[in-house]
């Protein structure tokens, strides 16, 4: 049985995952699904909501979940809301029953070749390279899921997905 890898973009607004590897009934890897991870009430009190997410991974059928580290860096918003957000996904990876791995930025868009293509590009250009290479990575899924350029934090997660799916030794990547 092939194992199934998720990859988790962290956030409080605009947290997103993803599933990749072999869906029943194939014999080739691919995108199987993403979501938004929704969230509870407004403001100070916004948080994840734990269950929903719980239920999402156990559904997934992952077994491992590549999760973006989060840490203290400018931009991010409220910090102390966006670290409690990173705490509660990673928790929940772990209540799921997945195996769990933190893993910086810089090193999953290195493996997969984003840092390359986000050289020089800055603000809103730097999403939108990343919703240009999931659209390239994932064609079947170009025309919906990453149909907009505000989709960037799904193609995030699917990019971390398909670094899990590289690491777990799912697939080979060949330099372009």
């Not at 997103?16 to 993403?34: D, F, K, M, Q």
């Not at 491992?64 to 957000?85: F, H, I, K, N």
Request: aromatic share 10%; hydrophobic share 45%; with cysteine.
């Amino acid at each position: 049985m092939h194992r199934l890898c998720a990859g988790i973009d962290v956030g409080l607004s605009s947290a997103a995952a993803a599933v990749y590897g072999y869906p029943a009934g194939r014999n080739w890897p691919g995108l199987i699904s993403t979501t938004y991870i929704r969230t509870l009430g407004d403001g100070p009190g916004k948080r994840i909501d734990v269950i929903w997410f719980r239920d999402w991974l156990q559904a997934s059928g992952a077994t491992v979940a590549y999760v973006e580290r989060g840490s203290a860096r400018s931009g991010q918003g409220r910090m102390a809301d966006y670290l409690r957000a990173c705490g509660q996904i990673e928790a929940t990876v772990t209540l799921a029953g997945l195996h769990g791995v933190l893993v910086p930025p810089g090193v999953w868009q290195r493996a997969i070749g984003l840092t390359k293509r986000r050289r020089g590009l800055v603000g809103v250009e730097r999403d939108h390279c990343s919703v240009v290479f999931a659209r390239e990575l994932f064609p079947e899924h170009a025309d919906s899921t990453f149909k907009y350029w505000a989709s960037h934090n799904e193609a995030e997660a699917a990019e971390i997905a398909l670094y899990a799916a590289l690491r777990n030794d799912l697939i080979a990547l060949k330099a372009a």
